[in-house]
């Protein structure tokens, strides 16, 4: 059990939040106990606005997990697809012994299930509104958290909602970041070399996120590392008040006081963490070579194995499709009527090929030239072609599906279909797989 120690001081207390893990609950009757003869599903343990955490029993080595099941309807209805097949794509790419880890997604017609690793201990969170840590267990935990945050870093994630509400425990009291609902990745980044989405927890959130001119993203995490360690150290936030505005200057000015407690050496690095200047502000190296972090560390290596027990598609063309990548493209759960607005694509179109993504992306470039056309975008089985001064914009994206089968996915504007049919769809419809109803029906 973590060391706590009860002492306040007279500060201010946390934002209050209800452990996740904890209740006492049985699943409700319209989720069944046993899915798909794989996992029995137990006590339920949070409730949220798109669906429910349960304890989970995998029935092949009697595993514990935690499952979210998740309504499709309910996600298509808020619109929040193109969200949620964001936060797999980014989970997926994760593997970390201080990230909770996804370990597959199973579906019905109506729901969709997450089997994520079980943190026993449950949230940080929960330990953290006993009293502050000790300075030494303020520093364990801190260690951990920027092994994780440092190791998404290199793989192009950005968190974005740090804060212990979002950090477990696992069995062995060790932390676990959790929840990359509002998380970035490289590909968001504008031309400007930032991002731009206001987001974050208010009392988390970095001053230039405020200042609404664009944010590295990884100095933003950085800055709720900061918030974070705070917290840990003194039991309450550093910066606080019941005004929200009144907060956000604060937050602007960099205006914070470390309790009495706080030795020297902390004391600077939490200068440095809560530097209101994004460019001076430390960063996740200097962080790792600062003498109060370094007492004790020992760097962590991210898991060797692949995003998935299934093969995935997070390298286009390279892989497999996983579970939910296969459910997506079927009518229960096709999010094509989402796309308007997103990006300037509002019409999608996808068939199966027998030919190998290489060749369906060299005809599509191919096509291109003959046109005039510029590619302005090729990663893998990825191509973006622009032409007509701007006017045309197609994306092409290839998966495969087995051995011998791939998806192709086009997007495009509505109002340049027959460009696509006339020109680009010709060239390749000899590559269309026509078994294409036994493939879905396998």
Not at 91 to 111: C, D, G, Q, W
Not at 410 to 425: C, S
């Amino acid at each position: 059990m973590p060391e706590i120690l009860d002492d306040h001081q007279g500060s201010q207390s946390l934002l209050s939040t209800a452990a996740i893990y904890g209740g006492e609950l049985t699943p409700a009757d319209d989720v069944k106990t046993n899915l798909f003869d794989k996992y029995e599903l137990g006590k339920l343990l949070g409730c949220g606005s798109f669906g429910k955490v349960y304890h989970a029993r995998d029935l092949r080595t009697g595993q514990s997990v935690a499952i979210k099941v998740v309504s499709k309807q309910k996600i298509l209805k808020v619109g929040l697809s193109t969200h949620v097949k964001r936060e797999i794509c980014i989970m997926r790419r994760l593997r970390h012994p201080n990230i909770v880890r996804l370990h597959e997604i199973l579906a019905t017609k109506k729901k969709i299930y997450f089997v994520l690793e079980f943190a026993k201990g449950g949230e940080l969170f929960a330990k953290l509104a006993k009293g502050r840590f000790s300075e030494d267990l303020s520093r364990r935990y801190f260690q951990q958290l920027i092994s994780a945050v440092g190791y998404c870093h290199t793989r192009g994630v950005y968190h974005r909602d740090l804060k212990p509400e979002n950090l477990l425990l696992d069995e062995n009291w060790d932390l676990k970041v959790t929840d990359f609902g509002l998380s970035a990745v490289t590909d968001q980044i504008r031309p400007d070399g930032l991002l731009h989405t206001l987001c974050g927890t208010p009392a988390y959130v970095a001053p230039e996120i405020l200042a609404k001119k664009g944010y590295d993203g990884a100095k933003v995490d950085i800055w709720s590392c900061g918030i974070i360690l705070f917290v840990f150290n003194a039991g309450y936030l550093p910066f606080n008040d019941t005004n929200l505005m009144t907060m956000y200057r604060k937050i602007y000015k960099g205006e914070f006081r470390c309790p009495k407690w706080t030795s020297p050496e902390l004391k600077m690095l939490l200068t440095r963490l809560l530097d209101t200047n994004p460019v001076t502000r430390i960063t996740i190296e200097e962080i790792k070579n600062d003498p109060w972090f370094q007492k004790g560390y020992q760097d962590v290596k991210p898991d060797p194995g692949h995003e998935f027990e299934f093969k995935s598609g997070s390298v286009p063309g390279s892989h497999y499709l996983n579970a939910f990548d296969i459910i997506s493209y079927s009518s229960a759960f096709n999010f094509s009527s989402l796309l308007k607005g997103n990006g300037g694509f509002i019409d999608k179109e996808r068939f199966v090929s027998v030919e190998s993504p290489e060749k369906i992306i060299r005809k599509i470039e191919e096509v291109a030239e003959e046109e005039g056309m510029t590619v302005v975008q090729r990663s893998g089985a990825t191509v973006k072609v622009e032409g007509q001064n701007g006017n045309f914009v197609l994306m092409v994206v290839v998966n495969r599906l087995t051995e011998k089968l791939v998806i192709v996915e086009i997007e495009k504007r509505e109002n340049e279909g027959e460009i696509w049919k006339k020109k680009f769809k010709p060239q390749i419809s000899g590559f269309v797989y026509q078994g294409e109803r036994n493939v879905s029906g396998s």
